[in-house]
């Protein structure tokens, strides 16, 4: 499975590659179609291992989430008769 940019993304990275080029090689500027075969590169060789991280966090984080549930939503059981028995001063069992 390929990491696929929509065409609006494609064109802002394109771009964006451009304007780092330009701004931090000394003034070298890169060609839109070296620019998109770079972004390409990027996607296909670092992509994965980026996607799998933010699985892995995502994963991480759910956990996480997952063990606190009963301290979240924890419920006290069987609360009707000490509930009876504190608002009359006592109670029978």
Not at 2 to 25: D, H, P, T, V, W
């Amino acid at each position: 499975m390929g990491i696929e940019l929509s065409k609006e993304q494609r064109q802002q990275a394109i771009a964006s590659i451009e304007r780092y080029f330009e701004q931090n090689m000394d003034g070298e500027r890169i060609g839109n179609v070296a620019a998109g075969a770079l972004l390409g590169f990027f996607l296909e060789e670092l992509g994965p291992s980026l996607y799998n991280k933010g699985v892995a966090d995502a994963q991480e984080r759910l956990l996480m989430r997952a063990q606190e549930l009963d301290i979240e939503i924890h419920e006290d059981e069987f609360r009707y008769w000490p509930r009876q028995g504190t608002a009359r001063g006592g109670g029978r069992r």
